[in-house]
């Protein structure tokens, strides 16, 4: 293997990359928008859910009720209801994702002692949402019916024992607030750098074919592995450039709390750009056309990455044969050293096993792409 080859087809790669206004739009491009889109639109946290009110009594106490909900960022109050039927149709057309009807005669069990009974209408279309909204519906109602009971105690003069045996301080550790963005963005770099880097790669060889000039290549010395690497560089420091804006982005813009150091970041980042490089690689030398080397690409990084990395969905959720699949997925390893270097602060040691299966996963890679290209014109 000599350097000089490797050197001027690194340079052939570099010059092609400059005047194809394509290349330079998916390298330059598309992470910014890919970045800004799944930043801002993908968000776990739900907050202001469309609330209905059925009000049968419109006394004080259920207009306070009302109002703790009204109060409460969870939800947002669209409208009062005048019947069951608007009620109905509330929920029909989606104007509210949940509906609260209050009893008439909510007061008076609430002043005689007894359980009031308030009815929560979820839309269920959306499991994940109702689940949730039925959650804080609960809570605001538990805050409400603990704040009547002192006050019906407190009026009758007696006093309420408010400690119970057993109680829990919950404290969150590495994501204090609870936001969804600050373990989706990490996330969100791992699958632009998987989309980007293999969308890239996968045009080289098959652009030679389909432009004629793979016989002019094939004629000369140059030797498979010296082809890939020469092939790759260029495209490696694009890949790093586009992590460092995406990884920018993820830190000064959505302002993702970043506890560890960026030499850990740039190593793991590096492993994982081998991989996906490699991959478009492989793809391209298999297909001898753009399009379809880049269709092909598409699908063997987006769709894994997306579902089967933990970006989306939680693995020890997913049933055992698809757990078992997803070790064979590199951005499952790169999006646990992500989350755990943004937020947990780890170093190299603490995240030995997913680098060390990263490192494993990057050297098959580059053996299989190494090994794919045949200096012939079969």
Known sequence: MKLRRIQAIAVKE???????????????????????????????DIRHIPLCVLDHENGQQSRNLVARFAASNYFSLRRA????????????????????????????????GGRATVQALLDGTDSNTANIAAGYAKSVVAAFSAAAQLDAVQRRGG?????????????VWFNEALESRNFIVPGIVALVMAI?????TSLTIAREWERGTMELLVSTPVQPMELMIGKLLPYFAVGLADAAICLGLAVFWFEVPFHGTVATLLFTSSLFLTVVLCIGYL????????????????????????????????????????????????????VEILKAVFLKGAGVVELAVPILCLALYAAVVVVLAARAFRKTLD
Request: with cysteine; hydrophobic share 50%; glycine share 6%.
């Open 14 to 44: 570099a010059l092609q990359i400059v005047r194809d206004p394509r290349s330079l739009m998916i390298a330059l491009l598309v992470p910014l928008m890919q970045m800004v889109i799944f930043g801002y639109g993908v968000n776990l």
């Open 81 to 112: 209801a005048g019947s069951d039927r608007e009620v109905a149709q509330a929920l029909d057309e989606g104007d509210c994702g949940i509906a609260l009807v209050i009893p008439a005669d909510f007061s008076q069990r609430l002043n005689d």
């Open 159 to 171: 006093t309420l024992q408010t400690q119970t045996p057993v109680g829990v301080e919950a404290r």
């Open 196 to 200: 980007v880097g293999a969308q890239l």
């Open 283 to 334: 793809v391209s030398v298999s297909i001898r056309s753009q399009v379809g080397a880049s269709q092909v690409a598409l699908l063997a990084t987006m769709l894994p990455t997306t579902l089967l990395s933990g970006f989306s969905f939680p693995i020890e959720q997913m049933p055992a044969a698809v757990q078992a699949a997803t070790f064979l997925v590199s951005a499952r390893y790169y």
